[in-house]
């Protein structure tokens, strides 16, 4: 009888909850193996996952912003702003806000999954703004104190230069949040109106 039940284990199929914007309770089949359960749909379901397109549209939509921003400061057009990390907006800042903003208002403020967006997020954006935004200051320092050395240092060979713009200020840390919660309400908003429309 053990042997039975044991070998029946495998193909056996076990359901998980998650919460809906409705408030119900909606169960999602899993295929279970001996050793654990495997979804079904693992890698079907990216293209409709909303908190993830939403938090990298944050992302992008900072990572774009900067080019603008840098424009308004410099005087001077630079595309490669996109791709660079440091500068105004945060884009990180965006993202982790985008998400927290999304899963807290998808599952519930009151959720295990919000709590580790929320944490996910403040933790980012303590980085950014402190040991990032130090990592770039000395990098400033050092690439000062290269360029200084006498020409015949074997240092100088190579000619390194450490990137210095690591990191951001408080300032661009909260306008990256700002642009992160703007779209996580706006894009939480379009879904609750698909939904009851």
Not at 26 to 33: D, G, I, K, Q, T
Not at 109 to 124: E, H, Y
Not at 170 to 193: F, K, S
């Amino acid at each position: 009888f053990e042997h039975g039940v044991s070998s029946s284990l495998p193909a056996l199929r076990c359901a998980v909850t998650r919460r809906k914007l409705q408030g119900l309770i909606a169960y999602r089949p899993l295929l279970c193996s001996s050793s654990n359960c495997v979804p079904s749909e693992m890698f079907g379901g990216f293209d409709s996952n909303r908190s993830l397109i939403i938090a990298l549209l944050a992302c992008a939509i900072a990572q774009v912003a900067k080019v603008f921003t840098h424009w308004h400061g410099e005087r001077r057009w630079d595309p490669q702003k996109m791709l660079t990390s440091g500068g105004m907006p945060s884009s990180h800042s965006a993202a982790v806000v985008a998400l927290a903003t999304s899963v807290g208002a998808s599952d519930g403020l009151d959720s295990n999954s919000f709590a580790i967006a929320v944490v996910l997020a403040l933790i980012v954006m303590y980085d950014a703004c402190g040991v990032r935004l130090h990592s770039g200051k000395q990098a400033q320092v050092l690439n000062q104190i290269i360029w200084e050395l006498p020409p015949d240092h074997p240092v100088l060979e190579n000619r390194p230069v450490l990137r210095d713009t690591l990191g951001h200020t408080p300032v661009q840390v909260a306008a990256g949040a700002a642009v992160g919660l703007i779209v996580g309400v706006l894009g939480m908003e379009a879904q609750w109106r698909t939904v009851y429309e």
